[in-house]
């Protein structure tokens, strides 16, 4: 006799850590570029490029990437931007890593500091957040059925469980021309740009996953003329489109990974000839997974009415999901130029990432904090500081409800900047609103004995013979038709009938008629 059995994947973290390393040079101006009068702002990312587990340890070499605007010491002060990379190279303690295990590392920018040495010098600082994990793919095996002659007594019992049917890395390329509206001035020298990525959602279909949302690009540029007029313009980029899948069906749970990758952004003629087409080609880098919520009824227990069957349990661990929702949430504030800074004229742009804090279950379902890096470049009325940025934080806290939320439950949550306005009061105050979305997944596992595999075996005779061919049983305390049933060697449906039962409830001091071998 062989069991049926539903194979159900589940994703589990084997090893997991955080770890905050530091990275400082001094960088030297290039010789491209104008001295330096004020530093302004600062952008930069990182890129992990190299990792190598050994025993316990993750070797990660990488590159920090970084950009700065800054007013040039020249007889016109301008803007200008200096672009530079800073390698690293760390080594991180991770409990339980061995040299075959594939580590995931997603390098997060904490904070970087850009000061001013001397005009042809720069002190670089970072602080980056390192999360490190490595996930396997558990195979349970769940009895669904009996495949055999012996005549079997089988009970079952509802699992829901998440099955985990596509785990794959993939990118989604966005390419985008833009033309100048038609009151600027050609470009004659980019000057700074940055590129985010706002709210995306994802639906899986039939082979594919369809994507949308958008991109929030800002440019800075030195226009075309005698004045050399520096402008700045902004632009909403649309996604939409689709990842091909193999495997996939419309209907599954979606948890995606969104992040910028590659990009690069390009000024090329338009028709007439002239500078005004601002061409994008950029990556969005995607980490997939989906999943499918099954029920499938399982063997809990089972018997044999002629032969002796006993079922070989093991503890088996299955994800359930508890919810899969998205929530939003308005955070707003008020910024002030620090004492001695340039007067605000006109800001130019404002953009902000979300450093998260902790995620802690409450009664409701999970508390999120975190803050809003904020930054609001702006113009002023000082001639030889033309441009200036202003820095400061929004922090917010949100309750995402979560039914039954456990403190051990198992969460992803993504979070996403919708919306930034950055709005002058006067020129030394500006108003800050935010609104923020969060994609959440929250999962529990709940470990059960689970049936495995059986032995069967002949009847022990003497065992049989002890037993009464027909028996008035008074029902005690925790019995069921089922452990009756058991201990005779007797199918549950045979004493149904015998005693008109119309279904399997019992209680204390009912009288049950068992007959061994009633047809």
Partial sequence: MDLVKRTIHMDQVKCSANAQMTIEDDINITDSRPDVYQLVTEQGNVDVEEMRAVEDHVRIKGTLKFQVLYISDEEIHRPACMEGSLPFEEQVYLNGVSSSDSVTVRAMLEDLSV?????????????VDLNLSVEKVEEIEAAVGIDGEETVEMKTAPLQALDLVIAKKDIFRVRQDLELPGGMPNVFHLLWQTCSLKEMSCRAQDEKLALEGEISLFILYEGEGEERPDVWYEASVPVRGAVECQGMREGMLENIRFGIGHQELEVKADADGEERKISLDLVLDLDMKLYEEIRVETISDLYGVDREI???????CCKQLLTKNTGKTKVSGRFSVGTGLPKMQQICGSFGEIQMGAVEPCPEGLKLTGAISVRALYTTQDPDLP?????????FSYIMEVPQARQDCRYEIEPALEQLTISMLDSEEADGKAMLSFQGMVCEVHEEPMVTSVNVSDLDPEKLSALPGIVAYIVKDGDSLWS?????????ARMKEMNDLTSEEVKAGDKILVVKGWN
Avoid: H, T, W
């Fill in 484 to 492: 009756i049933g058991k201990k005779y060697y007797v199918p549950v």
């Fill in 310 to 316: 006993e079922a070989v349990r093991q503890p088996g």
């Fill in 387 to 395: 441009f200036y940025c202003l820095k400061d934080s929004l922090p």
């Fill in 115 to 127: 000061g001013m040495i001397n005009s042809r010098k720069l002190s670089v600082q970072a602080l």
